[in-house]
């Protein structure tokens, strides 16, 4: 009976080895799912573009997505350089007028009021896309320069040309000097920055998609 009880719960030779091989499979396939992603944030962070593109070129509308400091004050400074007709602010907060985003931003309403749109409808980047895409079609516009922080711009865009196959868009990025684009890797902060934004960028591709989940 000991010899049988001491034997009756081993593993067969070749369970264990099936068991181990499977084991190495998916370590494999973690370690390479985890390569592809490094590779693809190191690509990401490369493409963030540093400049405006067509910096001088007049669209029909600027568009200004909030969440990010500097953004409306080069949204204004665009609007008052008559780089486009109309400046759209998306996202705002509800509550908050033109009125009150030109006395926070401490501007002169005079000169800016008549030409300034906001929208309260969005909480994320595609709904600032369907947002704007409504008001652009409203406005009968088929151009926009778009105003974000540049670690930003690679999925705003992704998701307005998404909402708007047929505007022309030209990228117009806002850098921090609390964001170090450049040497990414060297700062803890903006290396998670970047890759929380790289990791949005994949979902919202995926979800964008033909086919993708709704």
Known sequence: ???????????????RSRRRRWVIVALGGFAGLAALWLAGLIWFAAGIPRAPAAPIAATDAIVVLTG???????????????????L??????RGVDVA???????????????CIAIGHSAVDTAGNARETARWM???????????????????????FRRAMPGVTLIA?????EHVHVDTWWRWPGTASLIASEYTKHLVSSVIGAPGGAP
């Open 1 to 15: 009976m000991n010899q049988l009880s001491g034997t009756s719960g081993a593993v067969p030779g070749g369970a």
């Open 68 to 86: 990010g400091a500097g953004r409306l004050g080069v949204g204004f400074e665009l609007l008052r350089e008559g780089r486009a007709k109309k």
């Open 88 to 93: 759209f602010v998306s996202g705002v907060y």
């Open 100 to 114: 009150e985003i030109l006395r926070v931003s401490q501007q002169t309403p005079e000169a800016l009021a008549c």
């Open 137 to 159: 079609a409203d406005e009968g516009f088929t151009s926009l320069r778009l105003v974000t922080a540049d670690y930003h711009m690679p999925r705003s865009l992704a998701e």
């Open 172 to 176: 117009h990025p806002v850098s921090s």
